[in-house]
C-alpha cells in the first residue's frame, strides 16, 4: 500500500514539524525526541554496524570510500562476476558471521522491549539487531546469512557454502585481503579464472546471497510493511545512514508528507537533512548507548 502524499499533506499541515535550524544538538535533545514521541519509526542504516567491526560504503560526505559493490545484472549475466563475488565474498563473509551487536542494536532493543518501538526497519544485511535481541524487525535488503538458488528457489544457511567454498578454493585461503561492506572483501589477487563458484545442490543452478544487490528492486511486501508501520508511527528515527539510496530516503519523504518529525544519528550529511528536526552527528553506539532504557 502506497501512502497518498497529496492527501497526508492537507490533513496533516497543522502538525507540519519544524525543521532543523543548523544549531548543534545533543544527546540530550535526541533523549528528549525519544521521551516525546512513544510509536518511533526506526530506520538503520550502515553506520550502525561500523562500531561492530563492519564498514561502510560511504564516508562522512556520502561519497563511496571504494569501488562500488557487486550490481545485479553483473552477477547473472557474467560468469568471471561471480567468481569475483564469491571469491571476495569466501573471505568477507566471515567479519560478518563473528560480528556482534554494540550499544547501539542494545539501546534500539531495550527501546521496542519498553514498548517504544512501532517498527524496526534496517537497510543491512548483517542480522545484528536480531542478535541484539530486537524481534520486530524489516529487513529492507534482506539476510546475508542466507542463499539462493535463482533457479529452483531452493534456500540454505551461507554457512554451509561457506564450508564447500573453502574445500574447493584451498589455494585462496591464504589470499590477502581487506575487509569492506556487507561481507565483501577487497582482494590483492587478480587471477581468479580458477576459483570454483558454488553450485546449487538441488539443480546444479545458480546461487546467489538472498539479499537485494544495487540494481535490484526491494521486494514490494517489505515495502508496504515499512509503508503501513510509518504511518502508525508517532515520529521517525534514522540511525547511521546517508539515506543516498532511495530505498531508504523514501521514508522520510513520506514521514515528512505526514507531518511527522524525522530525528537522525549519523556522522555526516545525509540526503534528508533539509527534512530533520533533530541531528545528533556521533556515533550511534555512543549516542544511543545514552538512551534511558
Request: proline share 4%.
Amino acid at each position: 500500500m502506497w501512502v497518498d502524499l497529496a492527501n497526508q499533506r492537507q490533513e496533516r499541515t497543522r502538525t507540519e514539524p519544524t525543521l532543523l535550524s543548523g544549531a548543534g544538538h545533543t544527546v540530550a535533545d535526541l533523549c528528549e525526541f525519544v521521551a516525546r514521541h512513544r510509536r518511533l519509526f526506526v530506520l538503520s542504516g550502515a553506520g550502525i554496524s561500523t562500531d561492530s567491526g563492519i564498514p561502510a560504503y560511504r564516508g562522512t560526505d556520502g561519497h563511496w570510500q571504494r569501488s562500488p559493490p557487486m550490481f545485479l545484472r553483473d552477477f547473472l549475466h557474467d560468469g568471471s562476476a561471480r567468481q569475483r563475488y564469491w571469491a571476495r565474498s569466501m573471505t568477507g563473509w566471515t567479519i560478518v558471521a563473528s560480528a556482534k551487536p554494540n550499544a547501539a542494536h542494545r539501546a534500539l532493543a531495550r527501546l521496542e522491549a519498553a514498548g517504544r518501538v512501532e517498527q524496526l526497519l534496517t537497510q543491512n544485511i548483517d542480522g545484528l539487531h536480531q542478535q541484539a535481541g530486537s524481534v520486530d524487525v524489516v529487513e529492507l535488503h534482506g539476510n546475508l546469512a542466507m542463499v539462493v538458488c535463482i533457479d529452483c528457489g531452493v534456500r540454505c544457511r551461507r554457512a554451509a557454502i561457506q564450508n564447500l567454498l573453502v574445500a574447493r578454493n584451498p589455494g585462496f585461503r591464504s589470499v590477502v585481503t581487506a575487509p569492506a561492506p556487507d561481507g565483501d572483501a577487497d582482494m590483492m589477487h587478480d587471477d581468479l579464472s580458477s576459483f570454483h563458484v558454488p553450485e546449487c545442490v538441488n539443480c546444479g543452478g545458480t546461487l546467489k546471497p538472498d539479499v537485494v544487490f544495487f540494481g535490484e528492486g526491494v521486494p514490494r511486501e517489505r515495502v508496504n510493511a515499512a509503508c503501513q508501520a510509518l504511518m502508525r508511527a508517532d515520529a521517525m528515527l534514522v540511525v547511521g545512514s546517508s539515506l543516498i539510496v532511495y530505498s531508504g530516503y523514501r521514508f522520510c519523504e513520506q514521514a515528512h508528507a505526514m507531518g511527522k518529525s524525522i530525528a537522525a544519528v549519523n556522522l555526516g550529511r545525509t540526503r534528508a537533512d533539509h527534512l530533520l528536526t533533530l541531528k545528533i552527528e556521533r556515533s550511534c553506539a555512543e549516542a544511543l548507548g545514552s538512551l534511558p532504557y
